[in-house]
Each structure stands twice: as structure tokens, then as C-alpha cells.
Nanobody, 125 residues
Framework: QVQLVESGGGLVQAGGSLRLSCAAS????????MAWHRQAPGKQRELVAI???????NYADSVKGRFTISRDSAKNTVFLQMNALKPEDTAVYLC???????????????????WGQGTQVTVSS
């Protein structure tokens, strides 16, 4: 099976920075895009940033100019550098990959169905 493990969250004052990491392990066959999402209490999950296998990136308008997504494809790892944090950035941050993996029975399934536990980011004012 596949696991996604996020880390790097914490409590930070407004204006501060954090760097999140997400590492994938297991029987991964291929990874195309890697993305960060976030979910705040009482709100829908939203896409924050995405990076393709070719390195193209896209960001939610609310984080443009402040967040930077990057990847280490050799290690199946994606990062999110978050600068100039605001209280409204407070949320659980989760990574999600698009691609495929093998199950124990050698079935080929989409990675997009796999989510980690997330890492909590709290920004105080």
C-alpha cells in the first residue's frame, strides 16, 4: 500500500514562515502532479498549490506571492514554503498526488484516493 506523511506544521505568529514536507512511500508506480490542500474548521477543503512532473506550478489566489511549492521526484516528496503567514492560513494542510500504485494483489489504482493525516498550521495574530 501507499502512505503519505505530512510534517512541518506548527504554531507561528503572523508574518512568520513554515516549511511543510510530504513524503510518499509504498508501491508507487508513477507520480504526475503533487499538490497541497488545506481544510480549516467549518470550511471546505481547498487546493493551495500544485506542481506538475515538469515543474509547472499553480497557486490559489490567496497564497500567490507568499507560498512556494517544490518537489524532489527522486524521493517522492513535495514541499510547501509558506512565508508572510496570515491568521486566515490556519488549517490542516494535506498533500495529494496524482499517479498510480500497485496493491498487494498487483492491481493498479490511482494515487489520488490516498490522503495522509495532515499537519496542523496555526497562525496567531
Amino acid at each position: 500500500q501507499v502512505q503519505l506523511v505530512e510534517s512541518g506544521g506548527g504554531l507561528v505568529q503572523a508574518g512568520g514562515s513554515l516549511r511543510l514536507s510530504c513524503a510518499a512511500s509504498g508501491s508507487i508506480v508513477s507520480i504526475n502532479t503533487m499538490a497541497w490542500h488545506r481544510q480549516a474548521p467549518g470550511k471546505q477543503r481547498e487546493l493551495v498549490a500544485i506542481i506538475t512532473s515538469g515543474g509547472s506550478t499553480n497557486y490559489a489566489d490567496s497564497v500567490k506571492g507568499r507560498f512556494t511549492i517544490s518537489r524532489d521526484s527522486a524521493k517522492n516528496t513535495v514541499f510547501l514554503q509558506m512565508n508572510a503567514l496570515k491568521p486566515e492560513d490556519t488549517a490542516v494542510y494535506l498533500c495529494n498526488y496524482q499517479g498510480s500504485y500497485r496493491t498487494t494483489w498487483q492491481a493498479l489504482l490511482p494515487l489520488g484516493n490516498i490522503w495522509g493525516q495532515g499537519t496542523q498550521v496555526t497562525v496567531s495574530s
